[in-house]
């Protein structure tokens, strides 16, 4: 009913920068808050960031202030500008939404996960 694709991920070297997309497409009446997790291996999923439809956003400790998020409501898509990345922000960054369906029913919905590196 709902899909989350991510993309921008990769190897950037410690100091460096990346953005993250996730668009979110299928049978979608609107969209409410949208975030993103973080999950490093043998480790939980972390929360990282969330901003609301309208604008609101809060953020994990560890990424405040070199992390921004944003959305593009038109699109259904949210991003997450990483900068000054350090090499403990190495995870598989997944893509979150409570989406409300077409059918007025709500689901949370999550992307595949997309890889980030960061080299020291």
């Known amino acids: 009913q709902v899909q989350l694709v991510e993309s921008g991920g990769g190897l950037v070297q410690a100091g460096g920068s990346l953005r993250l997309s996730c668009a979110a497409s299928?049978?979608?009446?609107?969209?409410?808050?949208m975030g993103w997790y973080r999950q490093v291996p043998g480790k939980q999923r972390e929360f990282v960031a969330r901003?609301?439809?309208?604008?609101?956003?809060n953020f994990a400790d560890s990424v405040k202030d070199r992390f921004t998020i944003s959305r593009d409501n038109a699109k259904n898509t949210v991003y997450l500008q990483m900068n000054s990345l350090k090499a403990e922000d190495t995870a598989v960054y997944y893509c979150?939404?409570?989406?409300?369906?077409?059918?007025?029913?709500?689901?949370?919905?999550w992307g595949q996960g997309i890889l980030v590196t960061v080299s020291s």
């Open positions: 979150e939404a409570m989406v409300v369906l077409t059918s007025r029913s709500t689901v949370h919905a």
């Open positions: 299928g049978s979608i009446f609107s969209i409410n808050d």
């Open positions: 901003i609301s439809s309208g604008g609101s956003t």
